[in-house]
């Protein structure tokens, strides 16, 4: 296999087989030429591929950027709102001149952001995606191809004359074993300086390319760089500007706090004693209590006893795409330890753990062999073979949860709180 030949070398040895065809030694070299045209090319593509993985990652940073802009904004403009309710309807000077001050904050660091992101993409993205679309446009093979053909003409025409002269010698009764280069100088001049252009030509661009992918690149991330140290200069002088506001505001909250922990005492006061007055008013009151919601709550249905805390099976369980959401069977698993385990659609890998006592077990009222386990951060929608089925299921789920539940309370409060501290089922559930 021929070894490479330098940039160096090669214009040395075309420069001497210009000046002196009959006694160069270029053409025992050619294979080099082709070995290192190859090589080159294997480089490029090479660099092609991370450039389009870099572009990928730049385009998904700039339109990520973007989008916590307009978020950032619509904060703020949620922030005034507030603020502007708080001074006009509200009558609380000192919560609305807050709101006010942070929506400012906000703004003034989605502005940062915002010329971070045009600094994305008009000193990096850019000149990369330029580089893509330009000097490297196309697949592997491309810019070596007219190398290619002009090795291709010089091998075919070599392989022409090489015949005839064998032919000749023959006729002549002499037996030609191979060409030397001084030979055929002459004759293979044009072909000889063709490849020797087009050789040229491919260094050339592959030098420029070197050029924009190396230094050029570098010099815009560094330029890069500056922008980002601006970034976080700035933004940082805008948190230091609004600090001493917030240790004074900090202050002016518990004022705030106190006068209204004041005025629901003496609201609770005033009702007490409406309620004491007439005796009948607590039941009528309790009958118009606002209904708070069909959150998560302790207090749960009751399961059938003799159904268990364990049991293994399939389940229908929906899936939560955001396009479409499907019915997926799963194998699901309810511990005496106080877990629901759910396998994946690939049961090789380890299956969700949720935790029954941050969860709770309810019936979908539109179909009968449907519930629902809501979890503290999730709700699972599943769906049994029949109505029988469903309430086996969900026996088990909540006599599992009834059984942990007392489990965990009872370990507290014999260590007096310190175990409960270390019980991670215990503290799931205080956090949730």
Request: with cysteine; aromatic share 6%; net charge neutral.
């Amino acid at each position: 296999m021929p070894g490479l030949i330098g940039v160096n070398e090669f214009i040395e040895e075309t420069r001497e087989d210009y000046n002196s065809p009959t006694t160069s030694t270029f053409v025992s070299r050619m294979g080099q030429c082709r070995q290192t045209i190859a090589t080159l090319e294997e480089t490029l593509d090479l660099d092609r591929e991370c450039l389009i993985k870099m572009k990928k990652a730049l385009k998904a940073i700039h339109l990520s950027g973007n989008l916590h802009v307009d978020n950032e904004k619509y904060f703020a403009c949620v922030l005034e709102r507030l603020g502007g309710n708080a001074l006009s309807k509200d009558q609380e000077p000192d919560i609305g001149a807050a709101f006010l001050k942070f929506a400012v904050v906000h703004k003034e660091l989605s502005a940062l952001m915002k010329t971070l992101m045009q600094n994305v993409n008009n000193i990096v993205m850019f000149p990369v995606d330029s580089l893509l679309k330009g000097d490297l446009r196309g697949v592997k093979g491309d810019l070596k191809r007219p190398f290619d053909r002009a090795s291709k003409e010089f091998e075919a025409k070599y392989v022409k004359i090489e015949k005839e002269r064998k032919q000749q010698a023959k006729e002549a009764g002499l037996i030609r074993t191979e060409l030397s280069a001084a030979e055929i100088a002459d004759d293979m001049e044009k072909e000889r300086r063709l490849f020797q252009l087009q050789m040229s030509e491919y260094l050339l661009k592959v030098n420029e390319i070197k050029t924009k992918k190396s230094v050029e690149l570098l010099q815009h991330l560094i330029e890069y760089f500056h922008a980002q140290t601006n970034y976080f200069q700035d933004g940082l002088k805008t948190i230091e500007h609004f600090g001493s506001y917030v240790a004074d505001l900090s202050t002016r909250l518990q004022t705030v706090r106190q006068k209204q922990d004041e005025e629901r005492r003496q609201l609770n006061e005033l009702k007490q004693l409406l309620l004491r007055s007439a005796p009948g008013l607590d039941k009528e009151n309790s009958g118009h209590t606002p209904d708070r919601g069909t959150g998560y709550s302790l207090h749960q249905l009751q399961g059938d006893k003799q159904a268990g805390m364990t049991r293994t099976g399939h389940l229908m369980k929906k899936s939560e795409g955001k396009m479409r959401r499907v019915w997926q069977k799963r194998r699901c698993c309810v511990q005496a330890e106080g877990f629901l385990e759910i396998s994946h659609g690939d049961e090789t890998k380890p299956p969700t753990k949720v935790n029954l006592l941050t969860c709770q077990i309810k019936m979908v009222p539109d179909d009968k062999r449907c519930f629902d386990v809501l979890s503290y951060n999730r709700t699972y929608h599943f769906q049994a073979e029949d109505e029988n089925d469903q309430r086996a299921w969900m026996s088990v789920l909540i006599n599992c949860k009834e059984s942990a539940l007392y489990r965990a309370f009872d370990n507290g409060g014999k260590t007096a709180g310190s175990a409960a501290t270390t019980n991670p089922s215990l503290l799931e559930l205080q956090q949730a």
